[in-house]
């Protein structure tokens, strides 16, 4: 049932009498799917439409190839005694993105036949391999794109096969954490991500994930690097660590970088870069603020630190937070002195017009890349190893969503905010020169 469906019509033959028109093209789509429905004939499977199409095509790509190779079509009359031919097939299975799919690899008698559309000793088409990092880059563990694999495509897979393949991204991986940086860079938001890591023979252990995003001249965000520290939380000695690594790959100056409000993390970047904005970000200082606080004031505090971290100029922020301290230093003594233990890292931002405290008053950039992240990890109950963390937050990172927030990409309103930092900035950033 399935045959008649594929063959009553070519796919190739169709579309190459249309000109390979992309409607005709839609409509041979429509129509198979239609017929196969009608027939009740399964997408994919064994026999599914999908799987002897996938099979019709890569059998007719195979024959062109042997065609070309001897010079000759089959049954083609100029083909006899003319030194090499064809001997026969070998049978031959391939794992598709469709599933698994068996096909006919044609020979040659002198042997020197070497197809390109299926490679000698490959098993699986590169769309396969394609799909199982994308699944991986979605959260899935090498057991759930197993079962996904055997439920949707009929196909079976081992859990090695599955780590095989996803394994192949770390060359990549480890050019991307070492590839070369700018110059300098106008932002740089720094903030970490604790994930279950198995350490050598320390056990299964909370493992700070420290990552780095970065707002080149151009206004494109990107990622910078991510390591894994010890456990014990996250630490100012180990982002010295990070950030030194980042001045290594070319990074010899920053404006602003915007952190929380981790004690030390100040004096650590300005260690690395001496001439950096440290700028706290607002949004962490709040969240702490009501970590002191009762919920029946949350409403109050919030609307009042608002007046503080929107002021027009720094006078007005520190006549406003007098006015919070004389409110609620007796009932929140601990939530006002965090606020004056950070007043110094942030208060920066206040010098700048909106766009610009919009983009640096809160380390959103970064936190939304690390919301991703808890996505991917959030099935997996630990990592073996931190070479299979990376592996997924670095597939996680390149990975691009259409209709959302992604980790790369242009900042909005860029070129205002560009021609605001210029104007302090312009020297150390490079746009002023001719």
Not at 82 to 93: A, D, E, H, I, L
Not at 318 to 342: C, G, I, L, T
Not at 349 to 370: K, Q
């Amino acid at each position: 049932m399935t045959k008649t469906v594929v063959e009553r019509q070519d796919p190739v033959s169709v579309v190459g009498r249309s000109g390979s028109s992309f409607l005709d093209m839609d409509a041979l789509a429509d129509e198979l799917v239609a017929s196969a429905a009608s027939r009740q004939v399964q997408l994919t499977g064994e026999d599914g439409l999908l799987t002897v199409l996938t099979r019709r095509v890569l059998q007719s790509a195979l024959d062109a190839e042997m065609a070309h190779h001897l010079g000759y079509d089959k049954h083609d009359p100029m083909g006899r005694n003319g030194g090499n031919s064809r001997n026969g097939t070998t049978p031959k299975t391939v794992r598709t993105e469709v599933g698994d799919v068996t096909i006919d690899v044609p020979r040659d008698r002198e042997g020197t036949f070497t197809p390109l559309i299926v490679p000698k000793h490959q098993r699986r088409l590169s769309g396969f391999d394609e799909a199982v990092i994308s699944l991986y880059a979605k959260g899935m563990t090498t057991g759930d794109i197993v079962a996904h694999l055997s439920d949707v495509y009929d196909t079976t897979v081992s859990r090695d096969l599955v780590s095989r393949v996803t394994d192949q991204v770390m060359v990549d991986m480890k050019a991307w954490m070492s590839r070369p940086l700018d110059k300098v860079y106008p932002v740089i938001v720094i903030d970490a991500i604790v994930l279950k890591v198995r350490g050598s023979g320390a056990g299964v252990g909370n493992r700070p994930v420290y990552v780095a995003v970065g707002i080149n001249i151009d206004g494109e965000r990107d990622v910078l690097g991510m390591w894994v520290g010890p456990t014990g939380g996250e630490g100012a000695k180990q982002w010295m660590t990070m950030l030194t690594e980042l001045k290594n790959r070319g990074v010899s100056d920053v404006i602003i970088v915007c952190c929380d409000g981790l004690k030390g993390l100040p004096d650590a970047i300005t260690a690395i870069w001496p001439a950096a904005i440290v700028q706290t970000c607002v949004v962490h200082l709040i969240r702490n603020s009501l970590r002191y606080a009762s919920r029946k004031h949350w409403s109050e505090i919030t609307g009042e630190l608002k007046t503080i971290y929107t002021a027009p100029t720094i006078d007005a922020a520190e006549f406003a937070f007098k006015e919070f301290r004389n409110k609620w230093n007796d009932h929140y003594p601990a939530m006002v002195a965090s606020w004056q233990r950070a007043w110094a890292e942030f208060v920066p931002f206040l010098a700048f017009d909106p766009d610009i405290r919009r983009l640096i008053y809160t380390t959103n950039a970064i936190e939304s890349l690390n919301a991703r992240f808890r996505a991917a990890t959030r099935r997996r109950g630990h990592f073996p190893d931190e070479e299979s963390a990376l592996k997924v937050l670095y597939l996680v990172s390149i990975r691009r969503e259409k209709n959302r927030t992604n980790p790369t990409g242009r900042i909005n309103s860029w070129n205002t905010i560009l021609n605001t930092l210029t104007m302090t900035y312009g020297d150390r950033l490079g746009t002023n020169q001719p």
